[in-house]
């Protein structure tokens, strides 16, 4: 990434998009969030579907 990443004032951002957005696009590499970290992101945690067995096959 060239420059700072900014969010416009006009868009609702929340909080934990903005932490996750900033996480995976550092400019360098080592400061820059890995799967591993993605995934336990409190972003993505919140909007993670369910895995389940559908009745069928069980």
Known sequence: VEDEVKFPEYIDVSDD????ILGIMQKNPDDRMVMKDIFKHSFIRKYQAERKVAPEII
């Open 17 to 20: 998009a903005k932490s996750f």
